[in-house]
Each structure stands twice: as C-alpha cells, then as structure tokens.
Nanobody, 122 residues
Framework: QLQASGGGLVQAGGSLRLSCAASGRTFSSYGMGWFRQPPGKEREFVAAHSWNTGSTYYADSVKGRFTISRDNAKNTVYLQMNSLKPEDTAVYYC?????????????????WGQGTQVTVSS
C-alpha cells in the first residue's frame, strides 16, 4: 500500500516536496515512479527511480527542476519539486514496480498511491 502526501497550493517559482510511504517489507525491491494527471488530461510520467542501481529518469518537462529520491530505511520515496510552474498543476501519484528500472509506462507498475493535488498559481 502506498500513501502519497505533501501536495498543496504554491506560487509559481516555489517548491514542494512530495512523499510516498509504502507499507510492507519489500519496498527496497520495487522501482518507484511518480506520475501526474493535469486537469482534463491523461496521466503522464514524471520521474522514476530504479530499485537497485540508484538510476533515475525524468520527463523532459521536469528535468533540472524535480528530483526523485528514496529512503529504503523509511520505506519512502520523495519528489522534490523546485521552480514550479502553473503547468505543473496536477494530481500526483506514486507507483511501485517489482524490480523496476525507471519504467515510464504506467501499465508496468504494480501498485499505486491515492494521489495528492499540487496546484501552482501564476
């Protein structure tokens, strides 16, 4: 089970850090990803973290502004979002893929969190 938190309302140029806490004892064996669904649009890939190599991958739209990290001791993955733009407004979801290596396809993920709203005002 995944529980996302940390969303909110922020002005353009501001920062937020999303957290996703996982239950269970096998968190370290899951590749983790963040996706988002803007209003009226389909869900899209944001960032991913490999389960074992430390590799990360980002959508071009967030590269250089967002950072995904994980703390296996806390069963938590984070998404640090800096220099936020109004177009980053979306519901953000965390997801877990068994032994995943930075998958960008949502159908490859096995478990999903409930989503947290991020709203960036101009």
């Amino acid at each position: 089970q995944l529980q996302a938190s940390g969303g909110g309302l922020v002005q353009a140029g501001g920062s937020l850090r999303l957290s996703c806490a996982a239950s269970g004892r096998t968190f370290s064996s899951y590749g983790m990803g963040w996706f988002r669904q803007p209003p009226g649009k389909e869900r899209e890939f944001v960032a991913a973290h490999s389960w074992n190599t430390g590799s990360t991958y980002y959508a071009d739209s967030v590269k250089g502004r967002f950072t995904i990290s994980r703390d296996n001791a806390k069963n938590t993955v984070y998404l640090q979002m800096n220099s936020l733009k109004p177009e980053d407004t979306a519901v953000y979801y965390c997801a877990a893929q068994w032994m995943g290596h930075c998958s960008t396809t949502d159908s490859y993920y096995d478990h999903w969190g409930q989503g947290t709203q991020v709203t960036v005002s101009s």
